[in-house]
Structures are given as structure tokens and as C-alpha cells.
């Protein structure tokens, strides 16, 4: 079935440090969104890529869709505490937009200050 | 907007009752999705509606699981009877879905379910 392959499961890291969680999936995705869940939280969204070989921006964060569409990364450069939480992928397969995003397993991220 | 609304927030029952967890999407929205989160599966989505109407109800684990969206302004999520198995957290969310455009999820807070 389809599925959405996400690493590390945890990461720790020094404040200060960078981060990158990876997300595979084993079908091309029309489309992928990240979200963050603070512990004992919802997820939250943070961004949505859709064209093949995008890149986009949100401060110390980075996230990048692969060409095959079907791998997407998130980095976030200089950790701080405030990025503590499990970021999830989410993708939407098939060609077209079918409304049923599946989520990865989550990377757990600690940052020890 | 007070946005996605969920209820109760915890429940603890015992094994073999009814449960049913609650849902008022976002007013405007017209695409709701519920979701449970475990630590050993992660976040599974269960069944996920479009104009009230089911879509995809394959992630229903068994009969024991019942969704209905009677309006565009609720959702039940029924479990009965309820096994200790079950216990996870029960997260409703709500997307406007504009034709084959992607559904970005607003998640409600969840229900924290504990069966004995």
C-alpha cells in the first residue's frame, strides 16, 4: 500500500546545531506538507510543496521536494529550543490530488540547551 | 474562528463500553478527516469525509468503528464496544478542499482515550 517513509526516528542535538529529517515514499506524490507537534500538542502545519525540485524558506527552516517527486527534507539550521517536537511529512499520492494525505512516522526532535 | 473543536479532551472507560468522540470542523470547510495517534502505528488516518459524504474508510480498523457526518458542522466517532487496544489519541481535522487542490489539515487539540 501506499506508504511514507520517514528518518530518523529521533534526533538530539546540541542548541546550536543543525537538523534534517528525511521523508520517502514508495509512490510519486502530487504533493507533500510538513507539520510540527509539540509534545503533548496537535500538528501544526508548516508548509506544502508541490512542484518537482522546489525549495522553499521559513527562517532557520528548509524544505525541499525531490525531482521524482516522491522525497521531500526538512532542515533547520542553528537549533533552538523552541524547535523541540516530532515534525511529520504528509503526502498525497497518485497524480492527481485525491484529498487522503498519509503521514510518515515522525522524527522526534530534542535539543539539549 | 475557534477552529477545530473536539470533545471530550480525555476519556477513560472500560473495555466493552460505548465510546463516541466529537467534532465541529472549521464553518467553511468541507473536508474532515479523523486520525489516531499511537506511539507503535504514529498518526493513522482512520476515514475522511468530503461534503459530508465518506470518501476513504479503509483505515477503519474493524466493525467495532463507526464515523458519520450527519452535517457539515459535526462529526462522531463511535467505538463500540471499546477494547483497551483502542486506547490512543483520537484527532479530528477539517481542510477546504477546492476541487483537486491539496487539503491542508487544521488539527483539533484531540481526544486522549483510555480503555481498561
Known amino acids: 500500500g501506499q506508504q511514507v517513509m520517514q528518518i530518523p526516528q529521533y534526533q538530539h542535538v546540541q542548541e546550536g546545531e543543525d537538523f534534517t529529517t528525511y521523508c520517502n515514499s514508495s509512490?510519486?506524490?502530487?504533493?507533500i506538507q510538513w507539520y510540527k507537534q509539540r509534545p503533548g500538542g496537535h500538528p501544526v502545519f508548516l508548509i506544502q510543496l508541490v512542484k518537482s525540485g522546489e525549495v522553499k524558506k521559513q527562517k532557520r527552516l528548509t524544505f525541499q521536494f525531490g525531482e521524482a517527486k516522491k522525497n521531500s527534507s526538512l532542515h533547520i539550521t542553528a537549533t533552538q529550543t523552541t524547535d523541540v517536537g516530532t515534525y511529520f511529512c504528509?503526502?498525497?499520492?497518485?497524480?492527481?490530488?485525491?484529498?487522503?494525505?498519509?503521514f510518515g512516522q515522525g522524527t522526534t526532535l530534542q535539543v539539549k540547551p | 474562528d475557534a477552529g477545530v473543536i473536539q470533545s471530550p479532551r480525555h476519556e477513560v472507560t472500560e473495555m466493552g463500553q460505548e465510546v463516541t468522540l466529537r467534532c465541529k470542523p472549521i464553518?467553511?470547510?468541507?473536508?474532515l478527516f479523523w486520525y489516531r495517534q499511537t506511539m507503535m502505528r504514529g498518526l493513522e488516518l482512520l476515514i475522511y469525509?468530503?461534503?459530508?459524504?465518506?470518501?476513504?474508510d479503509s483505515g477503519m480498523p474493524e466493525d467495532r468503528f463507526s464515523a458519520k457526518m450527519p452535517n457539515a458542522s459535526f462529526s462522531t466517532l463511535k467505538i463500540q464496544p471499546s477494547e483497551p487496544r483502542d486506547s490512543a489519541v483520537y484527532f479530528c481535522?477539517?481542510?477546504?478542499?477546492?476541487?483537486?487542490?491539496?487539503?491542508?489539515?487544521?488539527f483539533g487539540a484531540g481526544s486522549r482515550l483510555t480503555v481498561l
Open positions: 509512490t510519486t506524490l502530487s504533493n
Open positions: 464553518s467553511g470547510h468541507n473536508s
Open positions: 481535522a477539517s481542510s477546504l478542499r477546492a476541487g483537486a487542490g491539496a487539503n491542508v489539515l487544521t
Open positions: 504528509a503526502g498525497d499520492h497518485g497524480s492527481s490530488n485525491t484529498g487522503k494525505l498519509i
Open positions: 469525509f468530503n461534503n459530508n459524504v465518506p470518501i476513504d
